[in-house]
Nanobody, 128 residues
Framework: QVRLEEFGGGSVQAGDSLRLSCVVS?????????MGWFRQAPGKKREGVAS????????DYSDSVKGRFTVSQNDARDTVYLQMTNLKPEDGATYYC????????????????????WGQGTLVNVSS
């Protein structure tokens, strides 16, 4: 059974950095798939933050985090990271990682519905 588990959330101050991890178990990336980081703040819609294509580690970011967040994966391709720097209060949310096993690309990743595997989320609080 495929499972995603996020780690690394916490409470920080504006300007601080934080690294989230998403551990993948029960799945082997024999071919490339898209992994995504999403976030949802209370009362707001879920927002796509970053994606990484596991085959070549190509990445994409939402405009709101571009230049501050970096998504990466380890060599074993069983962990995806989200390095967050210069955090702002508006970055506070529950962060989720997700896997889309349907396609061999991350094209239009942020607009997709049907991501089929999700983690339980990790909470990030950013105080001003």
């Amino acid at each position: 059974q495929v499972r995603l588990e996020e780690f690394g959330g916490g409470s920080v101050q504006a300007g601080d950095s934080l690294r989230l991890s998403c551990v993948v178990s029960g799945y082997t990336f024999s071919i490339g798939k898209c992994m995504g980081w999403f976030r949802q703040a209370p009362g707001k819609k879920r927002e796509g933050v970053a994606s990484i294509y596991t085959d070549d580690s190509s990445t994409d970011y939402s405009d709101s985090v571009k230049g501050r967040f970096t998504v990466s994966q380890n060599d074993a391709r069983d962990t995806v990271y989200l390095q967050m720097t210069n955090l702002k209060p508006e970055d506070g949310a529950t962060y989720y990682c997700a896997l889309d096993r349907r396609f061999r690309s991350c094209v239009e990743w942020s607009r997709r519905t049907g991501w089929d595997v999700w983690g339980q989320g990790t909470l990030v609080n950013v105080s001003s």
